[in-house]
């Protein structure tokens, strides 16, 4: 396996425009200006039925020796129900990324998901605990895991859940919303993960790039669970994430918005969701030589102004 790539050239984050990838775009902004390529999606022209066509252009425009690949379809419903385009997204991107990366000689960083697993463990999940995907959305992630392992580029694998912290389109920013204030939020008490605000696994990853280029010892390719540590619900987030905004300042008091528990299972969703999938980060710590946070304490880091962020 090619675990050597040649340093510096360019970064290429595929997908800068969601949660993820515009957190990642912009820590890798502000350690490597000048060496980061975030190309828009019609930049990138992808046609998902020859995505190694799509894959080769971008290779030989942007030249890059790492490609950060965020995107996705990370609707889990829309998954289960345009199971085709999942798998496109998810699986069959990926696996032509990781064979033009082999074939060029870069490192691929993608992202995968706690959704691999059942939830039938019970206790943070390791690297080597057995996937059994309930949904759609957990098949076509693992298929991509497996295909970009498959390939034998030089790649790290993040698996990781339940992000929060971006500008839009996810459960911080709907409780910061000004119009949100004094609105009841009803959510999951009967699903049990961890939280992790973009901001903090776009640091380590961009962390991991930095190093990547300058150290001679590299962590091996492989899966790694990069997460916070702890297990919660998506009821006791909520209620934690409302207590610290308004502790920094971000929330008024009184115009913070409400938290009621629901037990998601009773409302029909299209795909199952794993009941209890929170993810160890030992292996990555240990292998990186990196120390996570708990869930708790990384709240502050979606609170903090953009510019004190690393
Ligand atoms: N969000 C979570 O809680 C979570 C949990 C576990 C794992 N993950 C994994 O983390 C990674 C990033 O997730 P995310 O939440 O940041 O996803 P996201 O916000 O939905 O962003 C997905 C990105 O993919 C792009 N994209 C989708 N289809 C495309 C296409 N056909 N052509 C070009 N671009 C396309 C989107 O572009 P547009 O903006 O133009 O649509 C967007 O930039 C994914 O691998 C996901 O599976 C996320």
Redesign the pocket.
């Known amino acids: 396996m090619n675990d050597r790539v040649e340093a510096p050239g360019r970064v290429l984050v595929l997908?800068?425009?969601?949660?993820?990838?515009g957190a990642i775009a912009a820590s890798l902004l502000r350690r490597l200006r000048g060496h980061v390529a975030t190309p828009s999606?019609e930049e990138?022209a992808?046609d998902?039925a020859a995505p190694s066509e799509a894959v080769a252009r971008w290779i030989a425009q942007w030249r890059p020796d790492t490609v950060v690949n965020?995107?996705?379809?990370?609707d889990v419903d829309r998954c289960e129900i345009e199971p085709a385009l999942a798998h496109q997204?998810?699986a069959e991107l990926p696996a032509a990324i990781s064979r033009a990366c082999a074939r060029a000689g870069a490192r691929l960083i993608h992202?995968?998901?706690?959704?691999v697993f059942d939830g039938a463990l019970r206790r943070p999940y390791r690297e080597d605990d057995v996937a059994r995907p309930l949904s759609e959305y957990g098949r076509s992630?693992l298929a991509g895991e497996r295909a970009i392992a498959d390939t034998g580029c030089a790649h790290w694998v993040f698996r990781?859940?339940?992000?929060y912290g971006a500008q839009h389109?996810n459960l911080a920013a709907d409780l910061l919303a000004p119009a949100n204030a004094g609105r009841i939020f009803s959510l999951a008490t009967d699903r049990v993960g961890v939280p992790n605000p973009v901001q903090l696994v776009a640091a380590e990853v961009a962390g991991c790039v930095a190093r990547d280029r300058t150290s001679v010892e590299r962590p091996p390719s492989g899966l790694y669970h990069l997460s916070c540590h702890g297990a919660t619900t998506w009821h006791a987030f909520g209620l934690a994430f409302v207590r610290e905004a308004i502790r920094a300042g971000r929330l008024a008091p009184d115009r913070a918005p409400g938290i009621e528990g629901i037990v998601e299972a009773s409302l029909g969703r299209p795909a199952r969701r794993p009941e209890w999938s929170a993810l160890d980060p030992s292996h990555y710590e240990r292998v990186f030589g990196r120390r996570l946070p708990d869930w708790e304490d990384a709240i502050a880091m979606a609170l903090s102004p953009a510019d004190a962020r690393p």
């Open positions: 997908g800068a425009s969601g949660r993820l990838g999606r990138l992808l998902l965020c995107i996705a379809i990370g997204v998810n992202f995968s998901t706690d959704f992630k990781v859940s339940w992000l389109r």
